[in-house]
């Protein structure tokens, strides 16, 4: 029974790291000076155009960018990823011992239970991970994108960079961008540096090492106050500095709540079962009980 369980334990063990192998990392951050470059390299350096990209463009680029993501969740993947717990091989040798001794009805009982728990867990993951991307994509930022020379209304995961977009007063801005031309532009960074005042913008380069420094660049979730504006999309999704800021505190976020407390109640209550039941063999055995 101990082999079974370490063959379980195994096969859920070379899982995870496959698991973890194909996980996506954090974008690095970007060591390309956008806000020091001169208009034309940014252009040149992006393979964009004044007019815009393609459409053929922004579809390869945008396969390419979405190509290292996970695929969406589906419940017998997440059936499978609920049962992948250190739990699961104790479950199944203690049901594999309890046919082996005779107890069938007992060791369907675990297999059943076991299974229930998992799949009404698999489907609360599914349920909650399809109503996330709805409200994502309800609450998605809308942006003004010229391809091939005409303007189209898209959402922000649609933007790739190279792609060219409009920003006026009151304007969510929907990636990180490098300004191209700007007309009274002042743009409110508050969400982003904490600024109370909003920021003068102009497409000049600039040298400038921090953020609120850099007064040729826009960043993602920030709102243009007055003026108006064209940028090119230089950084989308988790390569923005807004999104790897998420990224880094959701990596460090602490364990808290009810994991928390069920970790603690783990550590508590395994010693006093792993006594109990060798009390209950031992007693067993020396009553005359068979193993």
């Given at each position: 029974m101990s082999d079974s369980a370490g063959a379980v334990a195994f096969c859920i063990g070379t899982w995870r790291a496959r698991q973890l192998l194909r996980?996506?990392?954090?974008?690095?951050?970007?060591?390309?000076?956008?806000?020091?470059?001169?208009?034309?390299?940014v252009m040149e350096r992006l393979r964009s155009r004044p007019e815009g990209l393609s459409v053929q463009e922004a579809t390869a680029r945008g396969a390419e960018a979405h190509a290292g993501e996970p695929a969406k969740l589906t419940l017998p993947y997440a059936f499978i990823e609920e049962l992948s717990n250190p739990l699961t091989p104790i479950l199944a040798g203690g049901a594999a011992l309890a046919a082996a001794v005779g107890s069938r009805t007992d060791a369907a009982l675990v297999a059943a239970i076991t299974a229930d728990s998992a799949l009404v867990g698999g489907f609360q993951r599914v349920r909650?991970?399809?109503?996330?991307?709805?409200?994502?994509?309800?609450?998605?930022?809308?942006?003004?994108?010229?391809?091939?020379?005409?303007?189209?209304?898209?959402?922000s995961g649609d933007l790739v960079p190279g792609d060219v977009i409009s920003l006026r007063p009151e304007d969510v801005v929907p990636a990180d961008c490098r300004l191209l031309e700007a007309e009274g532009l002042e743009d409110d960074e508050s969400s982003l540096t904490g600024e109370s005042l909003a920021a003068s913008k102009g497409p000049a380069p600039v040298v400038a090492p921090d953020i609120t420094e850099r007064r040729s660049m826009l960043y993602e979730g920030t709102t243009v106050s007055s003026g108006r504006a064209v940028a090119v999309v230089v950084a989308t999704g988790s390569a923005t500095e807004a999104g790897r800021s998420l990224a880094t505190a959701r990596q460090a976020t602490p364990e808290t709540g009810v994991e928390a407390r069920l970790s603690s109640l783990t550590r508590a209550s395994m010693p006093i079962a792993l006594g109990s039941a060798v009390a209950v063999a031992l007693s067993g055995l020396l009553h005359g009980r068979p193993p």
């Amino acid at each position: 029974m101990s082999d079974s369980a370490g063959a379980v334990a195994f096969c859920i063990g070379t899982w995870r790291a496959r698991q973890l192998l194909r996980r996506r990392l954090t974008p690095p951050v970007t060591q390309v000076p956008w806000h020091l470059m001169p208009v034309d390299r940014v252009m040149e350096r992006l393979r964009s155009r004044p007019e815009g990209l393609s459409v053929q463009e922004a579809t390869a680029r945008g396969a390419e960018a979405h190509a290292g993501e996970p695929a969406k969740l589906t419940l017998p993947y997440a059936f499978i990823e609920e049962l992948s717990n250190p739990l699961t091989p104790i479950l199944a040798g203690g049901a594999a011992l309890a046919a082996a001794v005779g107890s069938r009805t007992d060791a369907a009982l675990v297999a059943a239970i076991t299974a229930d728990s998992a799949l009404v867990g698999g489907f609360q993951r599914v349920r909650a991970d399809r109503a996330l991307a709805e409200l994502f994509a309800q609450s998605a930022i809308g942006a003004c994108v010229r391809r091939e020379g005409r303007e189209r209304l898209v959402t922000s995961g649609d933007l790739v960079p190279g792609d060219v977009i409009s920003l006026r007063p009151e304007d969510v801005v929907p990636a990180d961008c490098r300004l191209l031309e700007a007309e009274g532009l002042e743009d409110d960074e508050s969400s982003l540096t904490g600024e109370s005042l909003a920021a003068s913008k102009g497409p000049a380069p600039v040298v400038a090492p921090d953020i609120t420094e850099r007064r040729s660049m826009l960043y993602e979730g920030t709102t243009v106050s007055s003026g108006r504006a064209v940028a090119v999309v230089v950084a989308t999704g988790s390569a923005t500095e807004a999104g790897r800021s998420l990224a880094t505190a959701r990596q460090a976020t602490p364990e808290t709540g009810v994991e928390a407390r069920l970790s603690s109640l783990t550590r508590a209550s395994m010693p006093i079962a792993l006594g109990s039941a060798v009390a209950v063999a031992l007693s067993g055995l020396l009553h005359g009980r068979p193993p």
